[in-house]
């Protein structure tokens, strides 16, 4: 056994890993923090973290990443231990390919008490702060986008607006605590898959703050920016294999390896202020309206992987690369894109929308890639307004159908029904809307139509305009009663039958 073999990843370790793993190509030593990024999970570390280290390999300057924490897992004894190192695995079908990322330079564990991500977040040489903290960790309400002023860490920290649990309270103190001491302006950057993300998060900060009553939302208007952006990267939860595998394959242990499919993508909006890294260098995008960019890839990308993981798990697969290898639903989800996503999507500069359709498709096939179909389906409730929602509604305002874009939908309530204890708790569930979607369920029982209806009442998820409309009611209630039959994949079936006769019947009309 090398020596190599014997060690944990670590700055010493560097000079003598093999030459088949990249390594970063500039001197860590003398990289200094110019920015914070909250929730250092798999995905930041597949993305923003290797875009930052491109960009230091290309043009040093004074960007090194502090990375927080303030929810599990704790960093301190994977990437703390490792000097910030970790090792980015790319797999394509038989290809792999390892590297050593070493844009983080310190990590900070926050979840006991907010002052350590505080200390960071106000500190003077911090110019900017990315997050991939979870659809629900803006504390909104999906169906506005607004702050939800009942959310229990928000009444917490309204109360207690000096020892905040929540992103936004967290993020408010910070920027009191800025102003009170150094005044520097600073760029706050979401990398989280919302629609208009960073108008979310400005929307939540700053209700945040106008209720501090201090005249902090003025200051935070003219010294803080909140681009939106669009991130893209399919990157699984790390599995005890993959942890394995770098020590089988390159001869060194590694606790926060991180598996990611080759293709990678991200758009920021031009809306900065003060210094912000030119990752535009190193291909990112950077341009003036996000929004295209976002509809395409949620509702095509996103609205694929919501859909197969949902009616996977119903079907009995285990990952995405399982749902789409089954017939029907790789049908299904082709002809959904297809025949009712893709007209609800605005021209995207210098892309072919259905050439997008099949270059995603593809990388959900990506043997290599195993995404457990439960951790895609995990927090939903946050996910199907833009992935689903929001093209039925743009389907219903055309007059055109939506026959297949509410089965997954009638899914998703599958989903979190079948786990209730009245429907025998087949699988558990992360979602801040399964205890009331269980609720319903032992209240309801097993009828179709009072199971949809009181669903369909969570204004929070459904707008009151759609959650009206009886053509999307009756739609998800047909589906709905077929998910939840001995057969539930008859749901997939009929509506491409249904959807089949619908395009018969256009054709021969046309004729």
């Known amino acids: 056994m090398s020596d190599a073999a014997r060690q944990t990843l670590g700055p010493s370790l560097l000079e003598r890993l093999p030459v088949s793993v990249q390594k970063p190509a500039y001197d860590r030593a003398a990289l200094a923090p110019g920015m914070a990024h909250l929730g250092v999970g798999a995905f930041h570390r597949g993305h923003q973290a290797e875009y930052t280290d491109d960009l230091l390999s290309l043009r040093f300057d004074r960007w090194g990443v502090v990375g927080i924490n303030i929810r599990p897992p704790l960093l301190a004894d994977t990437l703390g231990r490792q000097g910030g190192l970790y090792t980015r695995l790319i797999r394509d079908s038989q290809r792999i390919e390892a590297r050593i990322v070493g844009s983080i330079v310190k990590v900070v564990d926050s979840q006991e008490s907010a002052a350590p991500a505080l200390d960071v977040l106000a500190a003077p040489e911090i110019d900017l702060v990315t997050m991939t903290v ?92 909140f681009p939106s952006a669009m991130v893209d990267r399919i990157v699984p939860a790390t599995t005890q294999a993959d942890l394995d595998s770098v020590e089988r394959h390159f001869g060194y242990r590694d606790a926060a390896v991180v598996v990611g499919e080759p293709f990678r993508q991200w758009v920021i909006e031009q809306k900065f202020a003060g210094r912000v890294p030119r990752w535009d260098l190193v291909g990112a995008t950077l341009v003036d309206d996000v929004t295209p960019f976002e509809h395409l890839k949620m509702r095509v990308l996103n609205g694929a992987q919501t859909t197969l993981a949902t009616l996977g798990v119903l079907a009995g697969l285990e990952h995405t690369l399982d749902a789409i290898a089954d017939p029907l639903l790789s049908t299904f989800v082709h002809r959904m894109l297809v025949e009712e996503t893709l007209p609800t999507l605005t021209p995207v500069p210098g892309m072919d929308p259905s050439a997008y359709v099949e270059q ?64 025998g708790k087949r699988w558990p569930v992360s979602d801040p809307y399964a205890g009331r979607v269980a609720a319903i369920a032992d209240e309801t029982g097993h009828d179709p139509r009072a199971l949809a209806a009181a669903i369909i009442a969570i204004d929070t998820i459904f707008d009151p305009g759609l959650a009206a409309n009886e053509t999307f009611r009756a739609a998800v209630t047909s589906a709905l009663g077929a998910m939840l039959s001995d057969d539930p994949m008859a749901a997939v079936r009929d509506s491409l039958g249904q959807s089949e006769a619908a395009r018969l019947k256009r054709t021969a009309q046309s004729a």
Request: glycine share 8%.
């Open 360 to 423: 995603s498709l593809g990388r959900l096939r990506n043997t290599a890639i195993r995404h457990r179909n439960h951790q895609i389906a995990t927090d939903g409730s946050q996910k199907i307004v833009q992935r689903l929602l929001n093209p039925i509604r743009d389907r219903l305002r055309q007059g055109a159908g939506i026959g297949l874009l509410s089965v997954p939908v009638a899914g998703w309530m599958a989903y979190l029904i079948q786990a209730s204890d009245r429907f």
């Open 134 to 225: 979870t659809e629900k960790g803006y504390c909104h309400r999906p169906s506005s986008g607004e702050l939800d002023l009942d959310h229990p860490d928000i009444v917490h920290d309204l109360a207690n607006p000096e020892t905040p649990r929540s992103v936004p309270g967290i993020l408010v103190r910070a920027l009191e605590l800025r102003r009170a001491t150094h005044g520097r302006p600073v760029t706050l950057l979401s990398c989280d898959n919302i629609q208009t993300n960073g108008v979310i998060l400005a929307n939540v900060v700053r209700a945040f703050a106008q209720r501090r009553g201090t005249g902090l939302d003025d200051w935070i208007a003219a010294n803080v920016a």
